[in-house]
Structure formats: structure tokens, C-alpha cells
């Protein structure tokens, strides 16, 4: 029967060294941290580019963005809380519009649509009060 010739505090210590940044990064990827934007009301947008647009209404705000290539809307509550019905919609003149709907607490979206050199148009809406565009940034 093989004996093993390492004493025992060496032992704990290799074993220590070995677990001790695998329990801490293990700790980091289990303990919930405050985000971006943490604790504000404000609405981190996702959308790259530039913002190009934004449209107010009663229950929040259209937020247009744009890159060259692409264009980008989020529909942003105007109080942010309880879950309630978000639509915000993106459509590039000759195409599909790009739709995302349902029940959000903050925001609606990101929706991305290729607009190089086209116009789009958009929708947002916050529980049943919204606004639409008509073709924009061309």
C-alpha cells in the first residue's frame, strides 16, 4: 500500500492555494451585484450608434438610435415598476417591421433593422398609450 510522503500542513496549504481563487470566483459569479445605472430610474440603453430621435408620450418615450448600417428603437417607461404591456416596433421602408411586444416592467426592446441608406418608421407604446413615426432619418 503506497504511503504518501507529504506531510499534512503542506498538504493544506497546496490545497489552499488551489481552491481558495476558485471558491472566490465561484462566490463572484453566485452573489447578485448592482448593475449599470444601478439604483436610477434611467433606462440603460442596449442600442448602438447615436441616439438619433426620441418621441415622448403620456406613459414613456420612443428612443430612436443610428449607425450607419443600422437603426435601433427601445420603448422606455416613464415610470418603471410593475410589469405591464410594451410594444415597440422598427420597420426599414420595403421590409418587415421587427416587433417586440409583451410584458416589461421597464423597457421594450432593443429592435434592430438594417437601414443603410433607407428610411424606417417606428412604433412604442406603454400599457396601451403610444406614438408612431413616419419614415424618419432617411
Not at 499534512?8 to 471558491?23: E, G, Q, W
Not at 421590409?95 to 434592430?112: E, I, L, M, W
Request: charged share 15%.
Amino acid at each position: 500500500m503506497p504511503t504518501d510522503t507529504t506531510p499534512a500542513p503542506r498538504r493544506r496549504r497546496l490545497l489552499v492555494r488551489v481552491l481558495a481563487p476558485l471558491l472566490g470566483a465561484l462566490a463572484l459569479l453566485l452573489l447578485p451585484l448592482p448593475g449599470p445605472g444601478a439604483g436610477t430610474a434611467e433606462a440603460v440603453s442596449v442600442c448602438h450608434g447615436r441616439p438619433a430621435k426620441t418621441y415622448s408620450f403620456a406613459g414613456g418615450e420612443l428612443r430612436l438610435y443610428k449607425t450607419r448600417h443600422y437603426a435601433c428603437a427601445v420603448t422606455v417607461a416613464k415610470r418603471p415598476g410593475a410589469a405591464r404591456p410594451m410594444t415597440v416596433s422598427l420597420q426599414p421602408r420595403g421590409g418587415r417591421p421587427v416587433v417586440k411586444a409583451g410584458r416589461f416592467g421597464r423597457q421594450a426592446g432593443p429592435v434592430t433593422v438594417h437601414a443603410l441608406n433607407r428610411c424606417v418608421r417606428a412604433y412604442g407604446s406603454v400599457a396601451g398609450q403610444g406614438r408612431s413615426t413616419g419614415w424618419i432619418l432617411c
